[in-house]
């Protein structure tokens, strides 16, 4: 079956402009996960969905970062007003069960470079 | 705060290699355990769960001490096709996982 997509694969922006990442999870996965990886670092948490409700957004690094669930599946995630330490790829992974036992499948990811 | 700590590396070891990484993690309540497996430029991917009493895949033999609190991953037999870097992970609470940076492991012809 279809695996995790995330969408654009490639984003080159300006400082300054506005951003918008999206996922689409596996088919059923009720989890949703939105992490950051910069170069030569580990994955950074951002945001856990479960459903459409976010109950753990601890991981945004500011108020720019924003993110959204609509009918239990596709997810974006919104940066305003882009800095260059915001270059990085966005990496989102679903799982079908709300337990850490569960595995998380992840998409692709998107390259983000701000110039 | 939590961690989890893994040597960067790289590995560099020949073909048919035996091969052992370790990871520390913070967290004495974390639950639960994993090694994922990232190749350059690619999403990471579940290689294994790592279970108490030890665990085996093929090749692959996962490792968990409680008291220590780390978690190892041996590799048999090495193949060029292991060349990746190895994300150790733990999961505690009901939800999050935390992730290491990863040890990166080259196998040379």
């Known amino acids: 079956g279809a695996g995790v997509s995330q969408s654009p694969s490639n984003k080159v922006t300006e400082k300054g402009k506005d951003v918008e990442l999206r996922c689409d999870p596996i088919s059923g996965h009720t989890a949703l996960y939105w992490y950051r990886q910069s170069l030569g670092q580990g994955l950074e948490f951002l945001i856990y969905?479960?459903?459409?409700?976010?109950?753990?957004k601890s991981g945004l690094p500011s108020d720019r970062f924003s993110a959204e669930r609509t009918g239990g599946s596709v997810s974006t995630l919104t940066i305003q007003r882009t800095q260059q330490e915001d270059s990085a790829v966005y990496l989102c992974?679903?799982?079908?069960?709300?337990?850490?036992?569960?595995?998380?499948?992840f998409g692709p990811g998107t390259r983000l470079t701000v110039l | 705060r939590k961690e989890v700590e893994q040597d960067p590396g790289p590995f560099n070891v020949p073909e048919g290699a035996t091969v052992a990484f370790n990871c520390t993690y913070s967290?004495?309540?974390?639950?639960?355990f994993f090694w994922y497996r990232q190749d350059c430029r690619k999403e990471p991917k579940l290689l294994m769960s790592v279970y108490s009493s030890g665990n085996e895949d093929g090749r692959f033999t996962a490792q968990l001490n409680r008291a220590s609190q780390y978690i190892s991953l041996l590799i048999r037999d090495s193949k060029l096709s292991d060349s990746a870097t190895y994300l150790c992970?733990?999961?505690?609470?009901?939800?999050?996982?935390?992730f290491g940076k990863g040890t990166k492991l080259s196998v040379i012809p």
């Open positions: 992974a679903s799982t079908s069960g709300t337990s850490t036992y569960n595995e998380q499948f």
């Open positions: 967290n004495s309540a974390s639950q639960s």
């Open positions: 969905f479960q459903g459409n409700s976010a109950p753990d």
């Open positions: 992970v733990e999961g505690a609470g009901s939800y999050q996982l935390t």
